[in-house]
């Protein structure tokens, strides 16, 4: 992010401070000290700023993209304007299937907020057909990072704490679900293949030179994220973490913006405790995380297991939530699972802003249209008014001021009459002892 001539602020933090409600100089400092990013490349038109970090609203993230098994490219992009319709902060397209590049390059053109991709994916899917993942090189792995920065990716996952160390250590603790991060387990097949170290590791100063040159914002993936609750809070995680920290620094040093990627599947007891070990190993980084989600046999509800552990990890100090939709770990997501997810998540988000102290005009107002019965306001402040007006009109109650649960038994309803008739008779109690109360008679003057 470079600043302008004369020593006006840079265009990113004056949009993104704008919606925070924040002083650019303040949010310019939290960007410069590494607590604070703004994903923004600037070959991105039409980009919304959007600050993630501390202090900042908790963000968004909403996962889209083709597999091998399904590519539609127009319901692809029907999926991003949905996401950011229900409130997605940023997209990340994960496209594995068809012709990746031209799909991320027409993602890009249609969203208003920050894309982020994951390089390595079309990286092993070009080299796949010639002999797997082992047949990438490393320059396939750079020269593909390149083009993403060029086409205008605003961030990257880039899974650099995935080492011959911190991969060894899988062996000697044994996992119940592996690997289950792609990016995590393609490397690992990819350094078994070739021995050799992974490359954006190796080579992570030249990773760092091709942010800042194009400036993109790296997100520093977790490729060893626990995929199921007996597998969380382990070894291989948090070695992974330790990397992943002092990367960060370097990172700050060369002048990138960084964030941390985070589990995974976690149980509501360890929640804040890995919150607060990433903001201690990695100096207060921004932390990205996936649901978590909070026990694994949702299958179908997943975007409420996510959603769960995301409100916990926001308040604890998570920063930015990956949304999870119902059909994770069963298919690939459909429009409809897209809008689900991103409002699950979008919930998850607000509730931990409001435990944060942020956010409660949204509440207060919907408040005063309920107390209203103010329905068409009450739609308005809704995050998804069709379904509000839908289900107020499949059960039409009998009186229109009220819901068809409590009809005239509203509990309101009840209590403001009351609260009505006895403003009244008080009202008018008053005023008859006013009129019989006895006239003084007015003092009279002594001579």
Not at 206 to 213: C, D, N
Not at 236 to 257: D, N, T
Not at 357 to 375: C, I, Q
Request: proline share 5%; net charge positive.
């Amino acid at each position: 992010m470079k600043g302008r001539a004369g020593g006006s602020f840079p265009q990113e933090i004056k949009g993104a401070s704008k919606a925070e409600r924040i002083e650019p100089a303040i949010l310019q400092r939290l960007v410069r000290k590494g607590l604070v990013v703004i994903p923004s490349n600037p070959r991105h038109k039409g980009l919304r700023p959007c600050a993630i970090g501390e202090g900042m609203r908790v963000k968004v993230n909403a996962n889209i993209g083709t597999s091998r098994d399904y590519i539609d490219i127009d319901e692809e992009i029907e999926k991003v304007r949905v996401a950011i319709r229900y409130g997605a902060d940023a997209v990340m397209d994960l496209s594995t299937g068809g012709n990746i590049r031209e799909i991320r390059k027409k993602v890009i053109r249609v969203s208003s907020v920050p894309v982020g991709t994951v390089p390595i994916y079309e990286a092993a899917c070009r080299t796949s057909r010639k002999g797997g993942v082992g047949a990438m090189s490393a320059d396939d792995l750079f020269k593909t990072i390149e083009d993403h920065a060029r086409d205008g990716v605003d961030f990257m996952t880039v899974h650099c704490g995935v080492t011959k160390a911190s991969a060894s250590s899988l062996r000697k603790h044994k996992r119940l679900t592996g690997v289950v991060s792609r990016g995590g387990a393609m490397l690992i097949a990819w350094m078994r293949h070739n021995d050799l170290e992974n490359p954006l590791f190796k080579e992570y100063d030249y990773l760092l030179e091709l942010a800042r040159e194009h400036q993109f914002a790296l997100s520093l993936g977790d490729g060893l994220r626990p995929g199921s609750i007996a597998d969380a809070s382990d070894v291989p995680q948090f070695h992974e973490l330790m990397i992943l920290g002092k990367l960060v620094e370097r990172a700050r040093k060369a002048g990138v913006q960084a964030m941390v990627e985070g589990p995974g599947h976690v149980p509501l007891n360890q929640i804040e405790a890995n919150v607060r070990i990433e903001k201690a190993v990695c100096r207060g980084a921004p932390f990205y995380v996936l649901g978590p989600l909070v026990t694994d046999v949702g299958a179908g509800y997943d975007h409420i297991t996510g959603a769960i552990g995301g409100a916990l990890a926001a308040y604890f100090g998570a920063d930015f939530l990956c949304y999870v939709t119902p059909s994770e770990h069963l298919s690939l997501p459909t429009v409809e699972d897209v809008k689900e997810g991103v409002i699950a998540s979008r919930i998850a988000a607000h509730a931990a802003d409001l435990a944060r102290g942020r956010g409660h005009e949204w509440d207060r107002e919907m408040s005063k249209a309920r107390k209203a019965f103010d329905w068409k306001r009450m739609y308005e402040l809704s995050l998804d008014p069709e379904r509000a007006k839908r289900f107020r009109a499949g059960r039409k109650p009998q009186t229109p001021e009220t819901c068809s649960m409590c009809g005239d038994l509203c509990a309101m309803k009840m209590v403001d009459e009351m609260l009505d008739e006895g403003q009244v008779r008080a009202k008018g109690r008053a005023a008859d002892e006013r009129s019989c109360a006895p006239r003084r008679r007015p003092r009279q003057r002594l001579s």
